[in-house]
């Protein structure tokens, strides 16, 4: 999936380059930073998978890896997950300690392509793929498959919102 998610990124990369939304202001160091904090990203997702991710699918409270594919588990977590992370979302805005603590910084850059999808302070991705480990494994009791194709909804959610190009205004209203 990692492989698919990289070549989506690519794709979303290239098409901001040839049909922008709008033009980017010119940020020194801006280049360096959002390389650095996504390979701190990426590293946090590596180390998930080392880590709490075994940890939390030792229990699970359906077992739904049992009764649905691996396709259809991974797309009903991206669900749930979508209304879970909508509130977590909310609450980073509105709790002083969650947004000067973990959310400001997804919010500082004064770009807005799909680089910033995963512009994250550390600890907010670390609680946000702590989250979604709970839902995919320790709840809905998701084997690691129906996780990877979870993260595959997530990443591509991820890039559609934040990639700089041109949308119709239809999608404003979904």
């Known amino acids: ?9 690519g794709f979303c990369f290239l098409l901001e380059r040839i049909k922008p939304g709008w033009k980017l202001p010119n940020v020194s160091t ?18 998930a998978g080392f880590t709490w991710e075994k940890w939390l699918s030792s229990i699970s409270v359906f077992q739904l890896s049992n009764f649905v594919p691996n396709w259809l588990g991974g797309i009903i977590a991206y669900f749930i997950a979508t209304f879970i992370f909508y ?5 980073r805005h509105t709790v002083d300690f969650l947004w000067l603590g973990f959310h400001q910084i997804h919010h500082s850059p004064q770009r807005l392509e799909v680089i910033t999808s995963f512009y994250k302070h550390p600890l907010e991705m670390t609680v946000n793929s702590i989250i979604g480990s709970l839902l995919v494994y320790t709840l ?23 990639t700089n190009v041109k949308t ?7």
């Open 30 to 47: 801006w280049t360096i930073r959002v390389l650095g904090v996504n390979f701190i990203q990426l590293s946090i997702v590596v180390l």
């Open 87 to 91: 509130w977590w979302h909310r609450w």
């Open 1 to 9: 999936m990692l492989i698919i998610i990289f070549i989506v990124f």
């Open 168 to 174: 119709p205004q239809w999608i404003g209203y979904i």
């Open 140 to 162: 809905l009791g998701l084997n690691p498959e129906a996780g990877a194709i979870y993260t595959l909804c997530t990443a591509l959610g991820e890039f559609f919102y934040h």
